[in-house]
Structures are given as structure tokens and as C-alpha cells.
């Protein structure tokens, strides 16, 4: 998969694209939908499949007062579009530039000439251009008087609900695992370098792996949860505390795991965080041995999830 980080990077190609517009922050089912039909699409007219998106969220220029939790770290959302298949990655810098340009200076500068794009696909409430004038019926009177093709999607529904990333970052702020994983179409994962913390799990008997959580990321409820921790190819029982540690008045949120039957170093090792279910609120103990206990109670209680799942 090719990346291209800025405008001047397109080039015209000789090869025909289809092209997927869209924010697509967290790639969840429904924004999955619209990249299979992309797919779909460039197979049966054998054209490049390009996505055109931006490496921040437009809200993160335009109000930042009121900045967006993100779903998925940058790293991250690379990665899930290269799983996914896709040809090239246009991942620019919302700025300026983009917020000004006209809806008709976006298609015929950037998709039709640069992209040398043969058909446009969206999600049916996708905005784009200066004001936001570029809407679904915008393009189809546009496709109207220019050669391209044009398929508008239709969200995905669950349980009666739309699903959306607003939607998910209320899930996650309710510490609703399972149906924040319905919604993405996959578990949800934290990743990142693990960092030296104040080592109180190795001495109470339970060596935990710390990373550090951007104040962007802090979606997620503060407790604790039944995880599986991916370290190299292979993939480990875990649990996990996300939060404060209230314990010991910690003031910084953070995530810290201990990974079953694991006993290497994992300092500076990158590692991913799976989530599966939500076992318990933080609770602030009066001592380490009370501490100690519920650890105990805390791991019994994810061995007896992960046993449920066997059955």
C-alpha cells in the first residue's frame, strides 16, 4: 500500500482510480462497508482502489475547544486500511487548504485529475469542500455533466442503531466492550511502546506492562478489564487496569497489563491490548495485602471468562 502524506505527492497516472472519501475514524462496520465496495468496484473494472482521508480529524482544526476523542491511533488506522487491502492511502493534513477549497475545486483539481478517478464512492451523509457544500446530492447533479461513476452507502444498523464513531466513544466512555466490539467489527485495541512504571505489581507478585495513553485516547472508563495482549506473533491472556490507580493518587491516566504465563522484559517492546469485557470499577484499597487479594480475585475471575469462552 502506497501512502501519500501531501496534495503535491498525487500525480496523474495512466491507470483509472475509484476513489473512498471519508474521515473513517475508528473503521468500524459501517466505514468497513464502504471500503468493500471499493474493492468490489476496482476489481470489476480493474482500476486502483485509493482512499482520500486525513491524518487528523477536520474537528481538531476547525473547533479545538472541542477535540474528538479518536478511536484509533494514527499507527493504527494505517495499518487497518493496509489489512484491508486497499492500493493507496492519501492521508493528508486537514488544513487550510482543504478547508477552503470549493467542492468543485476538490473533484475536478484532486480526484479527477490528479487521482485520474473513474468512480467516487461515500457514505450517504459524507460532506466535503469549503462550508461543507459537498453533499450526496451535490455529486449526483455533478456526475450529471462529468464522466465519473458514483455509489452512495448506506450506514449499517445494529440493533436499531446507526452505527457511528460518536456512538462508539459513548460505548467506550461507558466501558461497553462487547458492543463497542460489534460496532468496530473487531476488538478494541490499545497499542504502544510499554514504559517504565513504579514496578508496585512486580512486587505485590503481578509484573505489569505500562503504556502510556495519549490525552486524545482517554476513551475508555477508568476499571478493570479482560484483555488479550498481542506481543510479537504471539497473543497472551491478560488483564488490565485502565485509569488512575487510586491507590496510590496517581494523577496521570494510563493502562497497565499483566500478561499470563509471560515473564520476559517488555520495556520499550510494542505491544497491543485487546479488549474483551469489563470486570470492575477502580477501587481505592487501604493496603498493598488488599490490593494483593483483589488482583487474585481480578485474575480467577479472567481465567473463568476465558474458560466460558472454550465451552
Do not use: W
Not at 27 to 50: A, T
Amino acid at each position: 500500500m502506497k501512502i501519500f502524506n501531501k496534495i503535491e505527492m498525487l500525480s496523474h497516472s495512466e491507470q483509472k482510480t475509484a476513489v473512498a472519501l471519508g474521515t473513517f475514524d475508528g473503521l468500524h462496520v459501517g466505514h468497513k462497508k464502504v471500503i468493500e465496495h471499493l474493492l468490489e468496484v476496482c476489481k470489476e473494472k480493474n482500476l486502483r482502489s485509493v482512499v482520500y482521508t486525513f491524518s487528523n480529524h477536520p474537528r481538531e482544526y476547525t473547533n479545538k475547544d472541542k477535540l474528538p476523542n479518536r478511536i484509533l491511533t494514527l499507527k493504527e488506522k494505517i495499518i487497518h486500511f493496509e489489512e484491508l487491502g486497499i492500493d493507496e492511502l492519501v492521508l493528508i493534513e486537514f488544513d487550510d487548504q482543504q478547508m477552503n477549497m470549493s467542492a468543485h475545486d476538490f473533484i475536478e483539481t484532486l480526484l479527477l485529475k490528479q487521482l485520474n478517478m473513474e468512480h467516487l464512492i461515500v457514505g450517504f451523509n459524507f460532506h466535503f469542500g469549503k462550508g461543507a457544500e459537498g453533499n450526496v446530492p451535490f455529486l449526483k447533479s455533478y456526475v450529471q455533466s462529468h464522466h465519473f461513476g458514483l455509489s452512495v452507502i448506506e450506514g449499517v444498523h445494529l440493533d436499531g442503531e446507526l452505527v457511528s464513531s460518536s456512538r462508539i466513544r459513548k460505548l467506550l466512555k461507558q466501558g461497553n466492550i462487547e458492543k463497542t466490539n460489534d460496532l468496530l467489527g473487531r476488538l478494541y485495541t490499545v497499542s504502544g511502546q510499554v514504559i517504565k512504571g513504579k514496578q508496585v505489581g512486580t512486587k505485590l507478585g503481578f509484573p505489569t506492562a505500562n503504556l502510556s495513553v495519549s490525552p486524545n485516547m482517554t476513551l475508555l472508563k477508568s476499571g478493570v478489564y479482560v484483555t488479550q495482549t498481542q506481543i510479537g506473533d504471539n497473543l497472551y491472556k491478560s488483564v488490565t487496569n485502565v485509569g488512575f490507580n487510586p491507590t496510590f493518587d496517581q494523577n496521570e491516566f494510563n493502562l497497565e497489563t499483566f500478561v499470563f504465563d509471560f515473564s520476559d522484559n517488555l520495556y520499550d517492546s510494542f505491544i497491543e491490548v485487546q479488549f474483551l469485557h469489563r470486570l470492575r470499577d477502580e477501587i481505592k484499597y487501604g493496603s498493598l495485602d488488599a490490593l494483593k487479594k483483589q488482583i487474585n480475585m481480578d485474575v480467577e475471575d479472567t481465567n473463568a471468562y476465558f474458560k466460558r469462552l472454550q465451552e
